[in-house]
């Protein structure tokens, strides 16, 4: 079975400086997605980035990119430039690219709380 | 706004009731999932409906149910409810399911007294 770990259970960081949140996984499948969830005091979740395990490149979305070691198993979120509206929770998930009968269940990490200092 | 909706956003009930929460998916999304977040906690997995069919389930309670109506619009039915069902009830929504990412609704929080 698959497997999500978010070792930091809580970060901070100084506005506009950089931060790093980690993420390990663990599965014997070759294709896959990653995704990481923003959760704000709001508590909505809100997709920060994705990442197809078939491409080698690391994805970007503005101030957030991926490290993304397949070999490694190991998917990074680095937030560049801080805001305090990047407070929040943030989860990891995992999501196979292939399933039985369409049986496509995500696994989430426990989460990292971030705190952006001002 | 994620186009996902979901109904009522905040629910206050006794323990051995029975609610219902309603989620509307995105248009054109055939596939919903439930979710469970209690406090300060991850989220579980409960149950997956792709047009209509149950397709995967998590960690869902034998109290619990859910379906998916012809509309797609999707509810989940948790009875008998106890003082640990208190937590917010999440229902996100996808295109299909071999597409990659999932928007979620706003959530439900379900408190039982």
């Known amino acids: 079975a698959q497997t999500v770990t978010q070792s930091q259970p809580e970060m901070s960081v100084q506005e506009a400086e950089t931060v790093t949140l980690s993420c390990t996984y663990d599965?014997?499948?070759?294709?896959?997605?990653l995704f990481w969830y923003k959760q704000p005091p709001s508590r909505q979740m809100i997709l920060v980035i994705r990442?197809?395990?078939?491409?080698?490149q690391n994805a970007t979305e503005n101030r957030f990119s991926v490290n993304f070691q397949k070999a490694a198993k190991s998917f990074s979120l680095k937030i560049s430039d801080s805001q305090l509206g990047d407070a929040a929770m943030y989860f990891c998930a995992y999501r196979s690219a292939t399933g039985t009968s369409g049986t496509y269940k995500y696994i989430f990490g426990t989460g990292t709380r971030l705190k952006v200092l001002a | 706004d994620s186009g996902v909706t979901q109904t009522p956003k905040h629910l206050i009930t006794a323990t051995g009731q029975r609610v219902t929460l309603r989620c509307s998916p995105r248009?054109?999304?055939?596939?919903v999932y439930w979710y469970q977040q209690s406090l300060d906690q991850g989220l579980q997995f409960l149950i997956q409906y792709y047009n209509g069919e149950e397709r995967a389930k998590g960690n869902i309670l034998e109290r619990f149910s859910a379906q998916q109506f012809p509309d797609l619009h999707s509810e989940l039915n948790l009875s008998s409810l106890e003082l640990g069902d208190s937590a917010l009830y999440f229902c996100?929504?996808?295109?299909?399911?071999?597409?990659?990412?999932?928007?979620f609704g706003p959530g439900t929080r379900l408190t039982v007294l």
């Open positions: 990442q197809e395990a078939y491409k080698q």
């Open positions: 996100a929504s996808s295109v299909a399911p071999q597409f990659g990412e999932q928007f």
């Open positions: 248009s054109g999304d055939l596939s």
């Open positions: 599965t014997s499948e070759s294709d896959y997605y």
